[in-house]
């Protein structure tokens, strides 16, 4: 096996790993499906380890159980291990997007700009809502471009510590949740978070709000969670990039891409 297939195989193990902290799995078929018994719900994947043809009428016995459970009806999985589940996934009726998987090779450390600062948080810090708010901010507005979004919206995103806070903070003290951020005057500007698992861990969230854009800040928090995940005892950081202009300012931190993420969402009930 290859360094890369070695990497996918860990990969692949990871995204049947995590899921099972907060959620229970149901083998439907050629697939798993993760239930969550509060938001947010989880994905269907092809079973770790399975074998064989995967067909529309796989998917849809999976849609069936999504519908009855009233969550999402989503996919995921990875080219490398079922590479033709774009087409049969297309034929079911689902609307197929793909990222560039990739992995860490060579880490660089990027300059961050003067006037900004950046932290890794702990678990009580009072800024972790304002942290989340403005990574939910810089989501609504994709790509890399400099937008109009900045403090003022940022923080009327800001929520009270509601359930989707306190479950952040308690998956942060159980290590299993790393969450870095980038403040100026007016507080975070940028974030991201990783989720070490077996020295595996993905880094996912990364954003900045639209008005703070095209400074390194967004590489800035990549390298900062590598670090917090190596310090963790991970070995394999890998991450699923929205866009090849995001897998641009991914390389420039030393990630590679591997492969590609799938992820397939139904288009009607």
């Known amino acids: 096996m290859t360094g890369a297939g070695a990497q ?58 999504q519908r009855q459970l009233g969550v999402a009806q989503t996919f995921e999985w990875s080219d490398w291990v079922a590479p033709d589940l774009v087409g049969v996934a297309t034929a079911a009726g689902l609307e197929v997007h ?31 809502p304002l942290a989340v708010a403005a990574i939910n901010v810089g ?10 979004g900045g403090p003022r919206d940022r923080d009327a995103a800001v929520r009270a510590d509601d359930a989707g806070n306190a479950l ?5 003290r159980r290590r299993l949740m790393g969450l870095v951020v980038v ?5 975070p500007v940028a974030g991201g978070s990783h989720s070490p698992r077996d020295g595996v861990s993905e880094i996912t969230g990364v954003a900045t709000l639209p008005c703070a854009r095209r400074r390194g800040l967004g590489a800035a928090v ?8 190596h310090r963790a005892g991970v070995d394999l ?6 866009s090849e202009a995001v ?22 009930p």
């Open 8 to 65: 996918l195989r860990r990969i692949e193990r990871y995204y049947d790993t995590v899921p099972r902290a907060f959620a229970r799995a149901e083998a439907i078929g050629p697939f798993t499906l993760f239930v969550s018994p509060q938001p947010p719900s989880y994905y269907a994947r092809p079973r770790l380890g399975g074998e064989g043809p995967i067909t529309p009428r796989d998917i849809e016995a999976v849609r069936a159980r």
């Open 168 to 172: 952040t903070r308690d998956k942060m």
């Open 98 to 128: 793909r990222h560039p998987l990739m992995v860490l090779r060579q880490p660089v450390a990027p300059t961050l700009p003067a006037g900004y600062r950046l932290r890794v948080l702990d678990p009580d810090d009072p800024a972790l």
């Open 237 to 242: 950081c890998f991450l699923s990039a929205d």
């Open 139 to 148: 989501f609504s507005t994709p790509g890399t471009a400099v937008g109009p």
């Open 183 to 187: 403040e100026d005057d007016s507080g």
């Open 247 to 268: 897998a641009r300012v991914y390389a420039r931190v030393g990630f590679t891409q591997v492969a590609t993420a799938c992820t397939a969402v139904a288009t009607a």
């Open 222 to 229: 990549a390298a900062a969670l590598v670090g917090d995940a």
